[in-house]
T-cell receptor, first 111, second 109 residues
Framework: GAGVSQSPSNKVTEKGKDVELRCDPISGHTALYWYRQSLGQGLEFLIYFQGNSAPDKSGLPSDRFSAERTGGSVSTLTIQRTQQEDSAVYLC?????????FGPGTRLTVL | GQQLNQSPQSMFIQEGEDVSMNCTSSSIFNTWLWYKQDPGEGPVLLIALYKAGELTSNGRLTAQFGITRKDSFLNISASIPSDVGIYFCVVREGNQFYFGTGTSLTVIP
């Protein structure tokens, strides 16, 4: 079945580099969420897209983080000038009504 | 964000035992959800609760939406090794989903 996919599955980068993480939501789902999960922790909300509305960016931790969603489908989360504290698993979810469907996540390691 | 207190933080049980975990909040929510996260995967919805007092089962899982709308519990009966993972309670407020800190379950064969 066509679930939520994310790429890459793992990303190792050097401090100060920029990274792009991609999310392909389930076709027809108008809502898309990005979360960050540090080791052994719960999910921290980052950003939410709903259709053509302006995104809810209230969870982005700094201006180094940005995200866009093209054509109401694929989304890219960009982290500029990465820091070691950005190391985490970044999860994307698409939603229809009350259920969120999560991708497998991208594990980001900043050296 | 909203504060969800989930307990216990971790559990180590023998295969076949029953499990109970709960989640409380200081605010009222009209939707409570329980998710499970397997290692290396994203969370997957187990049970959704939409009505105060509602008791819902899904196989060996049973969850209840507290009458005050400020709490919920999840029970797992006759645990098996594949129940291992992290269980999250989640509440919905508008378009936002807020996750509890999770209960890590280990099942010893």
């Amino acid at each position: 079945g066509a679930g939520v996919s994310q790429s890459p599955s793992n990303k190792v980068t050097e401090k100060g580099k920029d990274v792009e993480l991609r999310c392909d939501p389930i076709s027809g789902h108008t809502a898309l969420y990005w979360y960050r999960q540090s080791l052994g922790q719960g999910l921290e909300f980052l950003i939410y897209f709903q259709g053509n509305s302006a995104p809810d960016k209230s969870g982005l931790p700094s201006d180094r983080f940005s995200a866009e969603r093209t054509g109401g489908s694929v989304s890219t989360l960009t982290i500029q000038r990465t820091q070691q504290e950005d190391s985490a698993v970044y999860l994307c979810a698409s939603s229809y009504y009350n259920e969120q469907f999560f991708g497998p996540g991208t594990r980001l390691t900043v050296l | 964000g909203q504060q969800l207190n989930q307990s216990p933080q971790s559990m180590f049980i023998q295969e076949g035992e029953d499990v109970s975990m709960n989640c409380t909040s200081s605010s009222i929510f009209n939707t409570w959800l329980w998710y499970k996260q397997d290692p290396g995967e994203g969370p997957v919805l187990l049970i959704a609760l939409y009505k105060a007092g509602e008791l819902t089962s899904n196989g060996r899982l049973t969850a209840q939406f507290g009458i005050t709308r400020k709490d919920s519990f999840l029970n797992i009966s006759a645990s098996i090794p594949s129940d291992v993972g992290i269980y999250f309670c989640v509440v919905r407020e508008g378009n936002q989903f807020y996750f509890g800190t999770g209960t890590s379950l280990t099942v010893i064969p």
